[in-house]
């Protein structure tokens, strides 16, 4: 059964979700808090993506995802924002959240949203090409296992990560527009900003540069994307 988790206090936005979730095939897991929501993960470990609301009543959605990617790099984690709050977007991505939905959201946003989330995530397997694994050192691509080495030492990735350091490892001193990588690792259907593009390698760069204030495996080309130098 495909699981997601919906972390909302509102009990109208909830319910909302709940039902359109449902409605698309998915077993809804809901909760009220942060501290009942890392609960439910752990009584439902199989849960392949996680809605999360900011603003909630104990810990906050930034803390409840802080304390998920600490174990758990592998689940979608999906952040609710507000409109107005334009750097709870930025700040959700940069603790470890995959993408965000503003609300007020349609049922067909969220459900796209939530659909390409759980097949990065892992519910829907994609086929695996011959031999597995990319190497160009200090990096080792293990495509079958979705890890990342430098230097032998495993970098913990969430999936949109890993996503984004295939597509580059694919495609070696290739200049990549922002919209290529977009429609790549998101999906050509995907209803958000390009900015979510800039934050994730920002995040990325962080896990994997020697020198983040001076990158030289993933180079920005100014106006227009970025290149795996490698």
């Known amino acids: ?5 919906v972390l909302e206090d509102e009990s ?3 319910g909302f979700i709940v039902i359109n979730l449902r409605r698309a095939g998915y077993e809804v897991i809901e909760a009220e808090t942060g501290e009942e929501a890392l609960e439910k993960l752990k009584e439902h470990p199989d849960a392949r993506v996680a809605l999360l609301d900011i603003m909630l009543p104990g810990i906050d959605g930034f803390e409840v995802c ?3 990617r600490a174990t758990n790099t592998r689940i979608g984690i999906i952040m609710l924002t507000a409109r107005s709050q334009e750097m709870d977007k930025v700040t959700g991505l940069m603790t470890g959240a995959d993408d965000y939905v503003t609300k007020p959201f349609s049922p067909a ?3 796209a949203r939530v659909d390409a989330l759980f097949r990065r995530a892992g519910g829907g397997e994609e086929p695996l090409p011959s031999g597995g694994e990319i190497r160009q050192p200090p990096f080792l691509l293990n495509v079958r296992n979705r890890t990342l080495e430098k230097n032998g030492q495993r970098v ?3 999936q949109v990560e890993y996503a984004i350091m295939k597509y580059f490892m694919e495609n070696p001193g290739k200049a990549l527009s922002r919209e290529e990588i977009l429609d790549t ?5 995907y209803f958000g900003e390009l900015k979510i593009v ?3 390698i920002r995040r990325l760069r962080l896990k994997i540069e020697d020198n983040v204030q001076n990158p030289t495996f993933i180079t920005t080309v100014w ?3 970025y290149k795996w130098v490698g």
């Open 156 to 158: 913990k990735l969430t």
């Open 198 to 200: 800039d934050v994730n």
């Open 12 to 14: 109208s936005i909830r």
């Open 1 to 5: 059964m495909r699981k997601v988790l």
């Open 223 to 225: 106006g227009y994307g």
């Open 66 to 68: 802080r304390r998920i």
């Open 109 to 111: 946003e969220l459900t």
């Open 185 to 189: 690792v998101w999906g050509r259907d």
